[in-house]
Every structure is written in C-alpha cells, then in structure tokens.
C-alpha cells in the first residue's frame, strides 16, 4: 500500500497532458459588438479578432470581411487575427484550432491559416478550398508552449476572390491546457521533499530485507 501511495504522490507532481478546449470566440449578436466580443477564460488574455487591410461586414453572428485579393496567391498582407498570452505565472499549450468557414459567391476561394509566436510564423495549415456553405476545420500542428512573456497569434487568410465578396468565421476555438508555473523556491522545495520521501521509502524496504 505505501509503494501504491507514493507512485500517485509523484504522478500527481507531473503536469496533465489532455488538451481541453479553452476559447471559443461565437461572435454572438448584431455587429458590430459582435465582433467585438471576446472569451473571457481565465489565466489567459484574449485579443478581440482584429481586420489586416480588408474590409469589415456587418453580419450577424459571424466575423465577416470582404475585400480579399483577387490574384492566384496568398497575400501575406491581408488577413484577420488574434492573440493570446498565459497571464503572469502561467504557461500555455495550444494543441489545435478549430473554425467554421464560408464565403460568399464572389469571396475568397482559397484559404490558409498560420501560427505565430512573437511575430514570427512557426506552423501553417496547408491551403484550402472555401466553399459557399459553413463547414467546419481544424488546424492540428506540433504542440507549442509559451510562457506569460510570449504572444502567440493566429492568422486567417483569404485570397483568389472573384470581387469584393465576403469571408466568414464562426466558432473559433482553441484547444490546450493552461498550467501554474512553480516558484523557483516552491519548486526546489517540491524536489527536495520528493526525493527525502523516496530515501526513507527506500530505507524502510531494505530495512525489511
């Protein structure tokens, strides 16, 4: 029993691995305070989504924009965003990102979307079909963590539209955890007594031989 005991002492000390879903921005209600809202989750700082040289369209319960590049590639200069940042002591993990996406007749066919730390580019999707009707997507990439003096930002691009038509996103979430960063003293105090608890553990089975 005490061998039981302390395997879920030390178990307990590692940090937990299952990713949860932490954000969904649902853009709820008439613009333009709905595209305004943002998810209030606790121990992060949410950006509202913001527009990168394409228009805003009033749209209920959707982010919508319009104005995208009309050429056969990606301009790196028009997109929609947000960020998010671990508050002071804690760190995050993001795991994956999933959104609905459409478009108008006239809107952005294509579709990429990027990760960035610190204004750096550090995973993008592959590019993408956008069809005219709501269909949901998921960017799954390499696990990052970041500490609460790290920003990452999640980048929407749009391009090979017909005219000025729209693109839209609804239910953006994010997928991940969010951990308390230890003290240095905290953690040296973790440690020292986890490894006095294993020494008298020890002790007792060999003074059982």
């Not at 990760?115 to 799954?140: H, N, P, Q």
């Not at 696990?143 to 038509?165: C, H, I, K, P, Q």
Request: charged content about 20%; aromatic content about 10%; proline content about 4%.
């Amino acid at each position: 029993m005490k061998e039981f005991v302390t395997a879920i002492a030390v178990v307990g000390m590692l940090p937990q691995l299952n990713g949860q879903a932490l954000f969904t921005y649902d853009f709820a209600g008439a613009d333009p305070a709905g595209d305004a809202l943002v998810p209030s989750v606790k121990h992060l700082t949410l950006s509202p989504f913001t527009r990168v040289n394409v228009g805003a369209v009033s749209q209920s319960d959707m982010f919508s924009s319009s104005h995208w590049n009309t050429g056969v590639g990606c301009d790196f200069s028009e997109y929609v965003s947000f960020t998010i940042k671990p508050e002071t002591g804690y760190s995050l993990r993001i795991e994956s990102l999933q959104y609905d996406i459409s478009r108008s007749t006239s809107g952005p066919q294509s579709g990429r979307v990027s990760l960035l730390k610190d204004g750096s580019v550090i995973e993008s999707s592959v590019d993408y079909t956008i069809d005219t009707t709501m269909a949901g997507r998921t960017f799954d990439f390499s696990d990052v963590t970041v500490r609460d003096w790290e920003t990452l930002e999640f980048r929407f691009y749009g391009w090979n539209a017909a005219s000025t038509g729209n693109l839209r996103l609804d239910n953006v979430s994010g997928f991940g955890q969010v951990t308390a960063v230890p003290e240095p003293s905290a953690f040296a105090g973790t440690t020292t007594g986890g490894l006095l608890a294993l020494a008298i553990h020890r002790r007792i089975r060999c003074s059982r031989r």
